[in-house]
C-alpha cells in the first residue's frame, strides 16, 4: 500500500553542516511530492515540493529532487543553522487524493 | 491573512466528556482536513471535506465525528473522550482536493 519511509531521527548536526534527510515513497503511479516542516510548537508548514520526476524543489536552501527511478525525495542543505531545528516530515498525493505523511525526522543544530 | 486557525489551544478532558474542536479558514479553500499527530507516527487522516456541503471518513474516523459547517469551518467532536484520543490535532485546507494543504497551529488533547 501507500506509504512514505524516512530516515529515523533525532539528526544532531553542528552548525554549517551539510544536511541529508532520506524519503523513499511506495506510491501507485508518479504522485506530487512534499516536504512539511514543523517547528516546536507550531503546525506543519510547507517547506518544498515537486510535481513530476526529475523536479527539483528549492526553498530557504533546502533542495529535494524527485527521483522516480529510485522512488526517492531526498531532503538536503548545503549548511544548517540553529534555526533549522525542527521536524521534517516527506509526503506525497496517492491515487485518492489524500496526503499520506511518513513518520518525520526531528532535525537538532547545535551551535 | 490569518490562514487556518483553530480553537482551543490546549485542552484537558476526562474520559467519557465530550468537546469540538474548531476550524476555521480564509483562503476561500473548498477543501478542509483534520487530522492527528502521534509520536513516532507522523499525521494520519481522521475526516475530511472535499467540498462543502460533504464528509468523509480518513483513516482513523472512530470516535470522531465531524461537521462542515460552511465554506470556511470544520469541526471535530469527540462524543464520549478516551485516553486514546490523547493527541496534538490539526486542521488543514487546500483549494481543491489533492492541491496543496495549508495547516493551522494545533490542539494539543490530553484526556485524563
Known amino acids: 500500500g501507500d506509504s512514505v519511509t524516512q530516515m529515523e531521527g533525532p539528526v544532531t548536526l553542528s552548525e554549517e553542516a551539510f544536511l541529508t534527510i532520506n524519503c523513499t515513497y511506495t506510491?501507485?503511479?508518479?504522485?506530487?511530492l512534499f516536504w512539511y516542516v514543523q517547528y516546536p510548537g507550531e503546525g506543519l508548514q510547507l517547506l518544498l515540493k515537486a510535481t513530476k520526476a526529475d523536479d527539483k524543489g528549492s526553498n530557504k536552501g533546502f533542495e529535494a529532487t524527485y527521483r522516480k527511478e529510485t522512488t526517492s525525495f531526498h531532503l538536503e542543505k548545503g549548511s544548517v543553522q540553529v534555526s533549522d531545528s525542527a521536524v521534517y516530515f516527506c509526503a506525497f498525493y496517492n491515487q485518492g487524493g489524500k496526503l499520506i505523511f511518513g513518520q518525520g525526522t526531528e532535525l537538532s543544530v547545535k551551535p | 491573512n490569518a490562514g487556518v486557525t483553530q480553537t482551543p489551544k490546549f485542552q484537558v478532558l476526562k474520559t467519557g466528556q465530550s468537546m469540538t474542536l474548531q476550524c476555521a479558514q480564509d483562503m476561500n479553500h473548498n477543501s478542509m482536513y483534520w487530522y492527528r499527530q502521534d509520536p513516532g507516527m507522523g499525521l494520519r487522516l481522521i475526516y475530511y471535506s472535499a467540498s462543502e456541503g460533504t464528509t468523509d471518513k480518513g483513516e482513523v474516523p472512530n470516535g470522531y465525528n465531524v461537521s462542515r459547517l460552511n465554506k470556511r469551518e470544520f469541526s471535530l467532536r469527540l462524543e464520549s473522550a478516551a485516553p486514546s484520543q490523547t493527541s496534538v490535532y490539526f486542521c488543514a485546507s487546500s483549494s481543491g482536493f489533492g492541491d496543496t494543504q495549508y495547516f493551522g497551529p494545533g490542539t494539543r488533547l490530553t484526556v485524563l
Open positions: 506510491a501507485t503511479g508518479y504522485p506530487s
